[in-house]
């Protein structure tokens, strides 16, 4: 089901950064944990970060911790991705997710909505 819009990706060197943007509806935004996955080329969906509902708890997958960082705005009903000193290997087509599960869902790869995609690509 497709009911998130996501935007922001495009072409940046390594070591640069982007940030990506999704929105999404007051009544979604407000009761379900959010998050991120990635598809590169030849690989299955990737797990990237999600947040709770209420925003007080955030998870990362090991290769974009201390790089990446998830975030909520309950006013502007979006969630955004940070993305700091990205790598080759961060090439992938980024969607964003919802669940009415909660946040642990989204870490088993369960989620109720999600987005068409960006698509983010790092040059060496």
């Known amino acids: 089901q497709v009911q998130l819009v996501e935007s922001g990706g495009g072409l940046v060197q390594a070591g640069g950064s982007l940030r990506l943007s999704c929105a999404t509806s007051r009544r979604t935004f407000s009761s379900d944990a959010m998050g991120w996955f990635r598809r590169a080329p030849r690989n299955e969906r990737e797990f990237v970060a999600a947040?709770?509902?209420?925003?007080?708890?955030?998870y990362y997958a090991d290769s974009v911790k201390g790089r990446f960082t998830i975030s909520r705005d309950n006013y502007k009903n979006t969630v955004s991705l940070q993305m700091n000193s990205l790598k080759p290997e961060d090439t992938a087509e980024y969607y964003c997710?919802?669940?009415?599960?909660?946040?642990?869902?989204?870490?088993?790869?369960?989620?109720?909505?999600w987005g068409q995609g960006t698509q983010v690509t790092v040059s060496s």
């Open positions: 997710v919802a669940s009415a599960s909660g946040a642990d869902a989204l870490l088993n790869n369960e989620y109720d909505q």
């Open positions: 947040i709770s509902w209420s925003g007080d708890y955030t």
